[in-house]
């Protein structure tokens, strides 16, 4: 019965996730449409537009693109935290050898990627977006894996939910570690003390969400005037909020369960479509084969599926892990593959790396082409599996 309920939770996620990939694909399109016709210049303005409660020191006004990428987003880290928690206590990284095989290829799948955006880009104005090609989009990785249906042994979608799960969280230690700047010790104890009495909650079983949410508000806002990215408070929230409860109800699965559809369905597509607006210029073409083109792309597009295919056959190698039911290395090989989507964290990177604008646009131009050449050519290597198995 158990282990029944457990396969309709995932396929209701595969299922979701699936959706969740055609509706970023249509978000894409329409941002893509809307800046490059003359409706550009009115979401332009849109987005710039202040909202919020006018203080002096510090102004509690932003644009409505900085809610969306440091408000919106924080529920998306909040989402995140919690699957990392919830993975490290009762799931499929709450062990040694559960968590080694995607563990490692993540590390593998994050570092290659990042060494290969170095070789081309260290000593240049776009060294500081090293981080761009280290990350994978679980919605669109997950979302065409699904739609391969059969050809994919359902092992193979956990073992990349999992790998996309401890890449989230190296996305997250590299954004608190080297995308923050200008730290304010003030605001960084008041975020502390807030932290600290979270945590105090847990311990004393205080199991109401809403003594976690609504300081976890609080945080938010002292963690965003403290020079480490606001999105962060949305982690730090899930690290107090209690997994288990004595009446057997989980606070943490509650909370993440009421977190899924409105992050998948509305704040990510919001924020794909407030940032995928790339207009389009010759010299884009052209700077395709320059460092930041040649970095991204073949970072994601070549480095994922190397790093990830590599740290896998070093783990099995080593009998730290063995592969998921089902599977063989050319499974692996697709993963990697399907790795290099980084669309949503790769572009929030891009935006944490460039002050300057150009080079911010470009990014983004290059990680949709990378992310589409790695969708494309994961499927199609899936696709040949299937058929040379009819084949034979």
């Known amino acids: 019965m158990k282990i029944a309920a457990n396969s309709t939770f995932l396929n209701r996620v595969f299922q979701s996730s699936a959706f969740g990939g055609v509706l970023l694909l249509i978000c894409v399109a329409g941002s893509l449409i809307i800046a490059n ?30 809610w969306i990428n440091d408000g919106l987003m924080t529920f998306f ?6 699957e990392i928690k919830r993975e490290l206590i009762e799931g499929r990284l709450s062990s040694f050898k559960k968590a080694s095989l995607p563990f490692f290829a993540a590390v593998g799948g994050a570092t290659v990627p990042a060494v290969i955006f170095w070789i081309f880009n260290h000593g240049s104005p776009s060294a500081n977006g090293w981080g761009i090609p280290m990350a994978t989009d ?17 092992s193979l979608k956990v073992f990349l939910a999992a790998l996309a799960i401890v890449d989230d969280l190296i996305a997250i230690l590299i954004i608190a570690l080297f995308y923050s700047t200008g730290f304010k010790i003030d605001y960084l104890l008041y975020a502390a003390l807030l932290f600290g ?53 989980s606070p943490l699965k509650k909370l993440e369960h009421s977190l899924i559809k409105p992050v998948n369905f509305l704040i990510i597509p919001l924020f794909v479509l407030a940032n995928s607006n790339i207009r389009f210029e010759p010299g884009m073409i052209m700077h395709l084969n320059g460092p930041l083109g040649l970095g991204i792309i073949l970072g994601l597009v070549l480095g994922k599926p ?86 034979i």
Request: charged share 10%; hydrophobic share 50%; aromatic share 10%.
């Open 306 to 391: 190397i790093g990830i295919s590599f740290a896998s056959w070093l783990v099995v190698k080593l009998n730290m892990s063995s592969l998921p039911d089902k599977t063989n290395w050319i499974h692996i090989a697709g993963i990697g593959l399907l790795g290099g989507i980084g669309f949503t964290m790769s572009i929030f990177i891009s935006l944490l790396s460039f002050s300057d604008r150009h080079l911010e646009l470009e990014s983004k131009f290059f990680i949709l082409i990378a992310s589409f050449l790695s969708a494309v050519s994961g499927c199609f290597l899936f696709a040949g599996m299937r058929q040379s198995k009819n084949n």
């Open 197 to 249: 009495i979270m945590i105090l909650l847990n311990r004393l079983r205080v199991q109401n969400i809403l003594f976690y949410l609504l300081p976890g508000v609080l945080l938010w806002y002292c963690i965003h005037h403290s020079g480490i990215h606001a999105t962060i408070a949305g982690v730090l929230t899930a690290v107090a909020i209690p997994i288990s409860s004595s009446e057997g109800k």
């Open 138 to 154: 679980i919605a669109f990785a997950l979302g065409i894996l699904s739609l391969l249906g059969k050809r994919v042994p359902s």
């Open 37 to 66: 016709s003359e409706c550009n210049v009115a979401f332009e303005n849109l987005l710039t537009l202040k909202v919020g409660v006018h203080v002096n020191d510090p102004d509690a006004r932003f644009s409505v693109l900085q």
């Open 77 to 82: 880290f909040l989402l995140i935290g919690l």
